[in-house]
């Protein structure tokens, strides 16, 4: 190895600060951003690093996996036993899913359905994921389908706004796609398909396309800790929709609101207060304009999100006080979205446990169980905060974890 290139932590026997070291430096965060977000100083990092400081409890070790956005623990703790966290277990529908969206789309052999037929069928498969507890393996039998069927209808098309409006459907297609491929050990393939649903969009030349797009692709570089790049997607397509607000459709006006959230989100990410609470009050100004019971079917950016995805961002800043307050007065029940609802009581979960009270956090992620079990099961969040209780003192709070652990599949029955 080159004296000047960076060690890899999967295959160097190197300690836990110097894995630290490294996969913080990979991320682009300094010793001062790193402290500041585990609520410690420079000092404390570098002396983790250095080897002055011990190797952390294991909720510490969780929280810098956490931050860090490592894939598995191992990456961090170097224990050859992978622990995913910010990844589920492989999905029984993944092979079949990728294996449609690996096939070549010759288009041949059969007449495509109309754009007009696939639009409802995709209304109909995000009904579906939107009510089904079990979202992935509903949406999962859809998709193959639908991904052959949408590519043969681009390949058939035998005029220039025919071939738009496939390439429309196309793009949402992929859309759907990218919501089953979330938290599923295959990122190359997340990454194929975001690029193709832009590449899509752009060619239907579709403004409702492109917002989604755009609002996928930047949750995709966020998810990576590409920040700058996450901020330049959401700011380019904000000012290409804006024109377009004033006699814009509800579905434009609400993929706009999504795309500022999304701008409140990573610099919440950033640590950046001011700026996220001023991009979400943006966000929440654009849900008043549209109708109170308003949800898009894609984001589910309406009203009823607003108190959910403030919960969001004061738990991404790590403010354990104002996560609570959030949490408190955003209403759940309201969310007219099983998996979008699961997911709010995860964000309530870590707000639970950034104010100390691990207990509520427990309940609520039992809550979120309840709600959607394969949301649960596939986040990297509530399977830290799980983990971390099974280590707690009290012997109630272990058994409660422990038995929320088996049900995600986390420790054996």
Known sequence: MPFDATPDPHTDPIAFGQRLQILRTRRGVTRDQLGGLMGRSASWVKG??????????????LRLAEVLRVQTLSDLTGDQTPMPL????????LPAVRA????????????????????????????????????????????????RDAQAAVRQADTGSAWRAAQAVLAEVYALAQFFLSYQPDPALVWRVSERGMIAAQQ??????????????????????????????????????????????????????????????????????GTAWRHWDEARQTARRLPGDYFHPVTS?????????????????HAGGES??????????????RPRRARHRIEQARGYQLD?????ALATLAQAHEAA????????????????????KSPDRRRRASALAVQLGLLAA
């Open 48 to 61: 983790i690093e250095t080897g002055r400081r011990g190797v952390p409890r294991l909720e510490v070790v």
């Open 86 to 93: 910010f990844t589920g277990p492989g999905h029984p529908r």
């Open 100 to 147: 449609a969206i690996d096939a070549f789309p010759s288009g041949q052999g059969y007449a495509a359905p109309t754009a007009g037929h696939l639009s409802a069928r995709l209304a109909r498969a995000w009904a579906a994921r939107h009510t089904s507890p079990h979202h992935r393996d509903t949406v999962g039998a859809l998709l193959p389908a639908l991904i």
């Open 204 to 273: 239907s030349e579709d403004a409702h396309a492109i917002g989604v797009a755009a609002w996928l692709a930047a949750q995709a570089h966020r998810d990576r800790a590409h920040y700058d790049a996450a901020e330049h997607v959401v700011g380019e397509a904000l000012r290409y929709l804006e024109p377009l607000l004033r006699e814009g459709t509800e579905p434009v006006r609400a993929i706009s609101g999504a795309l500022q959230f999304e701008a409140a989100y990573t610099a919440a990410r950033r640590g950046e207060t």
């Open 301 to 317: 950016f309406g009203q009823a999100i607003m108190g959910a995805h403030a919960v969001t961002v004061a738990v991404e800043l």
């Open 324 to 337: 609570v307050r959030q949490a408190a007065a955003a209403d759940a029940t309201t969310i007219p979205s």
């Open 356 to 360: 100390g009270q691990p207990d509520v």
């Open 373 to 392: 079990p394969e949301t649960i099961r596939y986040n990297g969040y509530a399977k830290r905060i799980v983990l971390e209780e099974t280590q707690a």
